[in-house]
């Protein structure tokens, strides 16, 4: 049976006043952490053995005998085989007795299987919990379906490769890296053969991968990636924020495209097939002009998804876009919870965010802030799921 509101209100009447913030440690987690810590929260991080390094070490936190933090954000770590032991029962336990709220990230709905986190992780997530999977293509009821239902424009789908007759973009996870993308482009059948072919022979991508890949025709411009905030307990007409913008960094496109075209047509033609693995990002802002079609899709979105999947967004989402020469977004990625990009604005706050706010607002923050307000107004269960 789904985890729903009346089991969210069942665990919160064994909580403390004082709720720890908890994450999955990869993705901005170190965002989630130090936005907690800067609201007055402590920290707790779900890692993997051999990935905890950065939490356990370099960025724990030292607070003084008041309890104020004097370095790092991270204050507890637990560690554990995989990332997937974390929704045991006793680890479950030892969240509930920590009074702890979950903050998704990529990494939480990445290792754990959606159906655990439905079903059987009763922790209270700060977000909505049932709007995870339409972040996976290979479901049903995808983004994709939202999308087209809230009237926002996605790239046009092709049936299949024999309907390639321009730039297309083939979109599959990545053989071994399952989580990484196995993504390549084509301009015609004969050139989607041949990418197929050789990827299949370098292992990039497998042949049953295939038989589900989306296939989309190429949006030529710029990626910006809108990370929006939608509170359920904001004033009417203040409760969509847009917080900042990120751009990815992937290996091996951005070191591809730094070369000359005659040292790229050297190189092994299958390292001439650039791969699209997200090893970081940067920071970004959008003309103002385009500032109001930005506005529009995002609450087209929060719209569509309170009807869809109630009760909608709660807190953080991430738009991702190409725009055209005519500044009009076209979505190609959603992310329904922090983005993956949010730590380029780590302390320093986003600058849409910044403005609005009037102090550093990055996204981990805004989440603590809202964590801050919930409590403060006896609405905490609204912001949950």
Request: charged content about 25%.
């Amino acid at each position: 049976m789904a985890i729903g509101a009346d089991t969210v209100r069942e665990i919160l009447r064994g909580y403390g006043p004082e709720p720890v913030v908890a994450t999955v440690g990869s993705h901005a987690a170190l965002d989630i952490a130090d936005g907690a810590v800067e609201e007055g929260f402590r920290t707790l991080l779900l890692c993997q053995r051999g990935r905890d390094a950065p939490y356990v070490r370099y960025f724990r936190a030292r607070r003084n005998a008041a309890g104020a933090v004097q370095r790092g954000c991270v204050d507890e770590v637990e560690s554990f085989p995989s990332f997937a032991d974390l929704a045991g029962p006793e680890p479950q336990a030892r969240l509930r007795g920590r009074s702890a709220l979950l903050v998704p990230n990529r990494a939480l709905s990445s290792y754990v299987p959606l159906d655990v986190i439905e079903n059987d992780l009763r922790v209270p997530i700060v977000g909505s919990r049932n709007l995870l999977r339409i972040e996976e293509r290979s479901e049903r009821e995808n983004y994709y379906g939202l999308l087209e239902r809230a009237g926002i424009r996605t790239p046009e789908r092709l049936a299949d490769p024999s309907r390639i007759d321009g730039l297309a973009m083939v979109k599959l996870p990545h053989a071994r890296r399952r989580l990484e993308r196995g993504f390549f482009t084509a301009a015609s059948p004969e050139e989607y053969e041949r990418k197929r072919a050789a990827l299949l022979a370098a292992g990039t991508i497998r042949e049953e991968d295939l038989a589900g890949a989306r296939i989309e025709r190429y949006v030529l411009g710029p990626v910006f990636n809108f990370n929006f905030f939608q509170s359920p307990l904001a004033k009417d007409g203040e409760a969509l924020e847009l917080l900042g913008v990120d751009e990815r960094r992937e290996s091996s496109l951005d070191g591809l495209v730094r070369l000359p075209a005659a040292q790229q047509m050297e190189m092994n033609p299958t390292d001439r097939i650039p791969t699209y693995t997200v090893v970081g990002h940067g920071t970004l802002t959008v003309r103002e002009s385009i500032l109001e079609e930005v506005f529009r899709i995002g609450e087209a979105f929060v719209a569509e998804a309170r009807r869809s999947h109630a009760p909608g967004v709660l807190g953080p989402f991430c738009l991702q876009t190409c725009l055209d020469t005519d500044g009009r977004p076209t979505v190609f990625d959603v992310a329904v919870r922090i983005g993956g990009g949010t730590n380029i604005h780590l302390a320093l706050g986003h600058p849409y965010g910044n403005a609005l706010h009037r102090r550093p607002m990055s996204t981990g923050r805004r989440i603590a802030v809202e964590i801050r307000e919930a409590l403060r107004t006896h609405r905490l269960s609204e912001i949950l799921t």
